[in-house]
């Protein structure tokens, strides 16, 4: 492979848009205040984003497949209070997360079943969903945070500090991340996601049943939506109502600036963990330079334009280039 | 005469108050190129929707190799060996050639207990395929939106030698193809039946299916107003048929 071709490979990862980006902003940050990288706040960066991450995994996983999934900020804030409401009752703690996992897999089905039986967008059912889980957190809590004492070997093993820098949460989301990204690359579910997402119409011409395909990535959605909230509960010993609100979009912006496409069949779940992190360096680094938080939710519309416009343009040009050869 | 491979009996269908078939028999032998020629609206679509197990018939039988089918879905007349390729509709844009190939059908190996897919025999597959078609594609990592429009026929056609398809059906093969493509794509439909495979050639323009076809059936509203075998006949000949119908 000569110095071209290793070029059109390097450029053709969707990733590298976001990559630069990500690289970019911690240097400015880093020149503005060099406390940004100081073990202490990188350990902080490592131990928040696992929680957030797990989510955007299940929403990029879906987006691949052509679904949104505006529930998972809602579900991400009801999980965890279900399962205090179980602690708090007496239930055993494996008890209660099975529980609670079984209910978000339930949830995740008939929003799934929903979308895919009456032929609506997902963007409806969801926002529905949105609605009722959120609403129903705050039925259940009166809208006060409730406490979330689970056994001491739960938040260890969802929570704990294994090594320096490295908590337990931080394992559970790569280990997800490693084998979602197989089953996307190596296995035939994975084709078929990418399949369903970029051309429904030609998925099920090959005898694909598009809508089982989906149901099962609207399960795996709410699944990690619900397990990023309980370990964030883990992590804060609380469960509050409004816990996870505005993280619908968080995720998503996570899968576009990593190269997901808004209209499927195009992402990698590599792209969105540097999404995700890009998104908490942000929050974080304007944080450490004591610029208010407001600037926040700015930066980060500001990124994901940018972002989509390089993926684009990089996309373009590889293709142009592959092509000519 | 030996048994037809295809062979629909009295075929018809209504989409509410429209007739769209009615009472349409159609049969296609071993080896055999049909061209299936009309108008917008004559029911062609309507007919190969059936056959490859999209839609139900209203009324009518449908027989393969001598024995009655019912297709619940496009997998029953798959399994049978029937391949259907709408207009442009049956790849994937984002994906490669080799996972467009090998869509649903997966070529996997065991490593302990979980299946994967075996990346690098379906790449061998495809080369192999493409080289026997007379098709040089860059590469088989190459997206299929990376292809002209005639290479993308040739992804569905390889995809039809190599699962051992008995018949094919490709609609609008030619359509928005430049001269020189679509003379490329009719010289593969030939080679498919070299290789013992049958073809239903859907399109309105008589002129791309004549030079390779066995035989020529024409639909108007409906219903079928020519069958004729094209050692029989002419080109002026069925050319009328079609305006004055």
Same mark, same amino acid.
């Given at each position: ?127 529905? /969903? ?110 509050? @109502? ?84 | ?46 007919? &190969? ?7 139900? @018939? ?7 190799? /001598? ?25 994937? @844009? ?6 467009? &190939? ?37 590469? @088989? ?105």
């Amino acid at each position: 492979m000569g110095f071209r071709e290793l070029g059109i490979t390097v450029l053709q990862k969707k990733e590298i848009s976001v990559t630069m980006i990500l690289v970019a902003t911690v240097l400015v940050f880093y020149s503005i205040q060099p406390r940004f990288l100081s073990s202490l706040n990188v350990e902080v960066l490592l131990k928040i984003t696992p929680e957030l991450g797990i989510v955007a995994l299940g929403v990029t996983m879906l987006m691949i497949g052509g679904e949104f999934d505006l529930s998972v900020g809602s579900v991400f804030g009801f999980a965890p209070l279900l399962m205090a409401v179980l602690l708090g009752s007496g239930v055993n703690t494996w008890i209660s997360f099975a529980a609670v996992m079984v209910v978000c897999s339930l949830i995740g089905a008939t929003q799934g079943l929903i979308t895919v039986k009456t032929g609506i967008p997902s963007f409806i059912t969801t926002l529905g /969903g949105m609605l009722i889980w959120r609403g129903l957190a705050l039925v259940i809590t009166g809208g006060h945070p409730l406490y979330f004492t689970p056994s001491q070997d739960f938040t260890y093993i969802f929570t704990g500090k294994l090594f320096p820098f490295v908590y337990s949460q931080l394992i559970i989301f790569l280990g997800l991340l490693v084998i979602l990204q197989f089953i996307l690359e190596r296995h035939k579910f994975g084709n078929w996601v990418y399949a369903v997402g970029g051309r429904r119409q030609a998925a099920e011409a090959m005898g694909i049943s598009s809508g089982q395909v989906k149901i099962i990535l609207f399960i795996l959605c709410s699944v990690l939506a619900g397990l990023g909230g309980v370990i964030q509960s883990a992590r804060m010993s609380q469960a509050m @109502p409004n816990q996870g609100s505005g993280l619908e979009f968080d995720a998503i912006a996570a899968a576009v600036v990593g190269g997901t496409s808004l209209f499927g069949g195009v992402g990698t779940l590599i792209g969105t963990m540097l999404g995700e992190f890009l998104c908490r360096v942000i929050e974080n680094g304007l944080i450490i330079i004591r610029a208010p938080s407001y600037y926040f939710r700015l930066y980060i519309g500001i990124v994901i334009i940018v972002a989509v416009i390089g993926n684009l343009y990089i996309q373009r040009r590889t293709v142009r280039m592959r092509v000519r050869k | 005469m030996a048994t037809p491979l295809v062979e629909m009996v009295n075929i018809h269908k209504w989409f509410g108050s429209v007739h769209a078939l009615k009472g349409v028999d159609f049969r296609v032998d071993r080896s055999e190129i049909v061209g299936l020629v009309g108008d917008n609206g004559a029911g062609k679509s309507t007919l &190969i929707k059936i056959l490859s197990g999209l839609i139900p @018939p209203d009324e009518g039988k449908i027989f393969f190799e /001598g024995k009655e089918v019912h297709f619940r879905s496009p997998k029953d007349p798959m399994k049978l060996g029937i391949e259907t390729v709408y207009q442009d509709l049956m790849v994937v @844009p984002y994906l490669n050639v080799y996972r467009n &190939i090998f869509l649903g059908r997966e070529l996997e190996k065991k490593v302990g207990p979980f299946k994967v897919l075996d990346i690098e025999k379906m790449k061998k597959e495809v080369e192999r395929l493409l080289g026997d078609l007379g098709l040089r594609v860059a590469s @088989p990592d190459l997206p299929v939106e990376a292809l002209s429009g005639g290479q993308r026929q040739a992804v569905v056609i390889a995809r039809a030698m190599y699962f051992k398809t008995k018949l094919l059906i490709l609609d609008e093969p030619t359509n928005n193809l430049s001269i020189k493509e679509a003379r490329r794509v009719l010289d593969m439909v030939s080679a498919l039946k070299r290789a013992g495979i049958s073809c239903i050639f859907i399109t309105h323009n008589l002129h791309h299916v004549y030079p390779v076809a066995d035989r020529i059936v024409v639909l108007n509203r409906g219903v079928k107003i020519a069958d004729l075998k094209k050692s029989e006949t002419t080109v002026d000949e069925i050319e009328k048929l079609i305006v004055s119908a």
